[in-house]
């Protein structure tokens, strides 16, 4: 006589009624996951992911960009470097001038 042979018919109810109670939960965890709700839920907490990672990227690379032309125009202690921020004015100044007296011959 095997095992599956010996058990009593109680004890088969009980294992039929905890193998539904298992498909049930199983049935439930399902019916969550392919809600619309939790779909829709799912994909904004992956854009959401995907922005703030982007984001965050954007940040560092914009941070390491300021830090590095600020470290061309400003020394460790803070000071500025004169010798390169005065020839960089001097361009700016000059195109303003270039972009006025352009704009006025426009306008006659």
């Given at each position: 006589m095997s095992d599956a042979d010996a058990r009593?018919?109680?004890?088969?109810?009980?294992?039929?009624?905890?193998?539904?109670?298992?498909?049930?939960?199983?049935?439930?965890?399902?019916?969550?996951?392919?809600?619309?709700?939790?779909i829709v839920g799912d994909a904004k907490a992956k854009v959401t992911a995907s922005v703030d990672h982007t984001l965050g990227r954007a940040y560092v690379g914009?941070?390491?960009?300021?830090?590095?032309?600020?470290?061309?125009?400003?020394?460790?202690?803070?000071?500025p470097r004169v010798e390169r921020i005065v020839p960089v004015a001097l361009v700016a100044v000059g195109l303003v001038g270039l972009?006025?007296?352009?704009?006025?011959?426009?306008?006659d």
């Amino acid at each position: 006589m095997s095992d599956a042979d010996a058990r009593t018919p109680a004890q088969i109810e009980a294992d039929i009624k905890r193998r539904r109670d298992q498909l049930a939960e199983t049935l439930d965890e399902i019916g969550v996951r392919v809600h619309p709700k939790t779909i829709v839920g799912d994909a904004k907490a992956k854009v959401t992911a995907s922005v703030d990672h982007t984001l965050g990227r954007a940040y560092v690379g914009a941070n390491r960009l300021v830090s590095d032309v600020r470290g061309r125009f400003v020394t460790e202690d803070g000071a500025p470097r004169v010798e390169r921020i005065v020839p960089v004015a001097l361009v700016a100044v000059g195109l303003v001038g270039l972009l006025v007296v352009s704009s006025r011959r426009r306008g006659d």
